[in-house]
């Protein structure tokens, strides 16, 4: 049972911060060494195989072009048939191996690259005040704070600074501060140089709060209302007071994959999205949209995806904090970074009446001109203007590849039980199709000058 899908806004964006903060902090291996899966199953609907040479190929057919219909079959596959796909289960893997099948019966070639990850598990978290009077204080584990149980004395201690402990040490005790100043992870840090054995941090401000220490912590850490906080504080004005502290939580390793679909050797253009989704539902819009984009894409544009050098990918571990798309950045080299002109990100395109887009200044603007040729209306967010979710474009931005996002708002649905294909919209896959076919025509010169990313 996982109690962080409390308030998926506020914990989504809190998510992202910790995410960010641990991009350093660990080091499971990714490669992109894998071969692909054993048997894949022909594709149907495969042709225009870029294996051939482009110009056999434009003379064997007329240009595919971009069907929402054929999209949409994906969106049915990944969302009905597999159904949800959370990080790191078999019904991630089934979709990776379904979209791994397509891409290489369009004739790229295909491969899984997996990475593992460590993720938080909060089960439960528990205050009790057991003398002088019986009492249970609601709270909540700081994310990343370890399972334990500790009953014992608590010492008040400021706001956590080293100075706030008493010089004597707190023995084993509990440690009681305020939030504020100071990080979590510093006030737990310093509690347990200082001896406390836990540390229960009050909010600042009314109501209770939800906290991040960054990275696994030494004693188990819980973040409680202002007002309960308040009155502990009064019950140690008068005296001792014995209180337990539980924390049911931990670590677990997760593996997933990425499923990357290339030509030759190097990737100029790089198309993708995440395909797994959320334990709570289907992810139809979030992301089998953007995955069934991303696939009828690389149908459609496998006769130019050698010369172009149009890559696929298909992100895993996007839920649990952008992972996917971390991991393959990281196992890029720098030259494969330097000759990567743009990442195009499609997260949510299938539900909603809005298209917006994001990202790299001058992607931003191919992106409005290709809009408009269209007749496509979009609102365009301007650097720095939050996006309202984060996606694996994110990513690429970070690592200074220019990246743009495009997606739908809004989806009444996100991250429900109710996020399912019949709420998709053939058309808008197709809109975000056809958007994404004129941006890549656009990038055929060279457009992009050397540095300009946001
Ligand atoms: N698809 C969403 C991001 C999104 C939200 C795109 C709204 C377009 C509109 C993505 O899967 C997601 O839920 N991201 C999280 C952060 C992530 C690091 C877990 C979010 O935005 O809160
Ligand atoms: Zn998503």
Redesign the pocket.
Known sequence: MRSRRGSPVIW??L??GI?LALAACTGAASSETAPPPAAQPAAPEAQASPTASPAAAQAAAPPATFSGQEAYRHVEHLAQRIGSRPTGTPAEQAAADYIAARLAGYGYRTEQQPFEFQDYEERSASVEVLAPAGEVIPSNALFFSPGGAVSAGVVEAGIGRPEDFPSGGLAGQLALVERGAISFRDKVANAARAGAAGIIVYNNADGPFRGSLGQLAGIPAVGIAREDGLRLLRLLSRGPAQVRLEVDAGQRTVRSRNVVARVGDRCRVLIGG?YDSVPEGPGAN??ASGTAVTLELARVLAPQAREQELCFVAFGG?????WGSRRFVEALSPEDKSYLKAMINL??VGVGDRWRVSGSESLRELLTQSAAGLGVSVQVLQSGQR?????DHASFLQAGIAAAFI?R?EDPN??TAEDKADFVDPQALETAGRLAVELIGQLKVPLLSPGDHH
Request: net charge negative; hydrophobic share 30%; no cysteine.
């Open positions: 989504h964006a998510l992202l995410v995440h979030d992301n996007e839920e649990l904090g952008l997260d949510m996006t309202g979710g984060g996606s997606h708002q996100y991250h």
